[in-house]
């Protein structure tokens, strides 16, 4: 039979910590179910120093780890396992996971992003063999060795200055002639002793049983060169984690649309953080988006209980 709960959080990444602390301190029986033990994309971020009230700052891992006790401690049911479906029968939800079924009046889609692959040759074969998407977890495996990342975001700018404490060796590929990141982010990264090469991509990736070099194409004279690499961290990007709600109306890279209080087209299903349609992304506004999604949930709530009791 399944379990009954007033609101349910697919994801435990900062939009779904927040929004389930703010559930539970409202009142509502809040669980949050995740695949992984929770923290999401700021398990990757060695310092985080732009968090209103952090300071100073402290690693992703140790606020993600203080956030879920937190809101453990105020009440909110944490579980991980993985959700198969989200069906809604007149006015309530059934939540399926591969152990058990749940019932609520309602969902926050909170499912975040995964990083996007750059699909070259050596890539899949090396990743684990040199090939990283997260900095924090395999740059210490990498000292003074030398060490390429790509991309041009807050993410690859941030990470590549962590991986340069790490290493003197750092070099940043960029396609383009300039970075996208926040110019603070820009002005770190200049003054690391970085190596910045623009207007290049990788081919491919090279080495037998480990990353040994990589193929850059120059994008404006198409010019190939080889240069020796024993790591590739590689941001490129993220993509939405949309597969339970395929249905719903998303934007044209895939994220989720809301209106401004997180209400998709399905009266009582909201979505938060990196997987809704925004223009910025970030620890505090993936926050804000879960706890706008607690009050509006709490409040939708309220009146479907309300018009039972009539």
Same mark, same amino acid.
């Given at each position: 039979?399944?379990?009954?709960?007033?609101?349910?959080?697919?994801?435990?990444?900062?939009?779904?910590?927040?929004?389930?602390?703010?559930?539970?301190?409202?009142?509502? #029986?809040?669980?949050?179910?995740?695949? =992984?033990?929770?923290?999401?994309?700021?398990?990757?971020?060695?310092?985080?120093?732009?968090?209103?009230?952090?300071? *100073?700052?402290?690693?992703?891992?140790?606020?993600?780890?203080?956030?879920?006790?937190?809101?453990?401690?105020?009440?909110?049911?944490?579980?991980?396992?993985?959700?198969?479906?989200?069906?809604?029968?007149?006015?309530?939800?059934?939540?399926?996971?591969?152990?058990?079924?749940?019932?609520?009046? %309602?969902? /926050?889609? @909170?499912? +975040?992003? #995964?990083?996007?692959? /750059?699909?070259?040759?050596?890539?899949?074969?090396?990743?684990?063999?040199?090939?990283?998407?997260?900095?924090?977890?395999?740059? *210490?495996?990498?000292?003074? #060795?030398?060490?390429?990342?790509?991309?041009?975001?807050?993410?690859?700018?941030?990470?590549?200055?962590?991986?340069?404490? &790490?290493?003197?060796?750092?070099?940043? &590929?960029?396609?383009? +002639?300039?970075?996208?990141?926040?110019?603070?982010?820009?002005? #770190?990264?200049?003054?690391?002793?970085?190596?910045?090469?623009?207007?290049?991509?990788?081919?491919?990736?090279? +080495?037998?049983?480990?990353?040994? =070099?990589?193929?850059?194409?120059? =994008?404006?004279?198409?010019?190939?060169?080889? &240069?020796?690499? !024993?790591?590739?961290?590689?941001?490129?990007?993220?993509?939405?984690?949309?597969?339970?709600?395929?249905?719903?109306?998303?934007?044209?890279?895939?994220?989720?649309?809301?209106?401004?209080?997180?209400?998709? &087209?399905?009266?009582? /299903?909201?979505? %938060? +953080? !990196?997987?809704? =349609?925004?223009?910025?992304?970030?620890?505090?506004?993936?926050?804000?988006?879960?706890?706008? @999604? @607690?009050?509006?949930?709490?409040?939708?709530?309220?009146?479907?209980?309300?018009?039972?009791?009539?």
């Amino acid at each position: 039979m399944a379990e009954n709960f007033d609101y349910i959080i697919i994801g435990a990444g900062a939009a779904g910590l927040t929004s389930g602390q703010y559930g539970a301190r409202a009142g509502l #029986k809040t669980l949050i179910i995740d695949s =992984s033990s929770g923290g999401g994309q700021a398990l990757q971020i060695a310092e985080l120093e732009n968090y209103p009230g952090l300071f *100073p700052l402290v690693s992703g891992s140790d606020f993600s780890e203080k956030m879920l006790e937190q809101t453990k401690a105020f009440g909110t049911t944490v579980i991980q396992d993985t959700v198969l479906s989200i069906d809604k029968i007149n006015d309530r939800f059934t939540v399926k996971t591969q152990k058990e079924e749940f019932q609520c009046y %309602a969902v /926050l889609i @909170a499912t +975040g992003a #995964k990083h996007n692959t /750059l699909q070259v040759p050596g890539e899949k074969e090396l990743c684990g063999a040199g090939v990283s998407y997260c900095a924090t977890c395999d740059g *210490p495996f990498f000292k003074d #060795k030398k060490i390429i990342v790509v991309g041009g975001g807050d993410s690859a700018c941030s990470e590549a200055v962590y991986l340069s404490t &790490i290493s003197k060796d750092v070099t940043l &590929i960029h396609r383009r +002639g300039t970075l996208r990141a926040q110019k603070a982010v820009q002005d #770190k990264l200049l003054n690391s002793g970085v190596t910045v090469r623009f207007n290049s991509q990788i081919e491919s990736i090279n +080495g037998k049983n480990k990353v040994e =070099s990589v193929t850059l194409k120059d =994008s404006e004279t198409e010019n190939l060169s080889e &240069i020796p690499a !024993d790591a590739v961290f590689i941001f490129a990007g993220t993509t939405p984690v949309t597969d339970l709600v395929e249905m719903l109306p998303k934007d044209e890279n895939g994220y989720l649309l809301t209106d401004e209080c997180m209400q998709t &087209i399905i009266p009582g /299903l909201y979505a %938060a +953080g !990196d997987v809704r =349609s925004k223009p910025f992304r970030q620890l505090v506004t993936a926050a804000a988006d879960g706890a706008t @999604a @607690a009050f509006q949930a709490t409040n939708y709530i309220h009146g479907q209980k309300l018009k039972k009791s009539l």
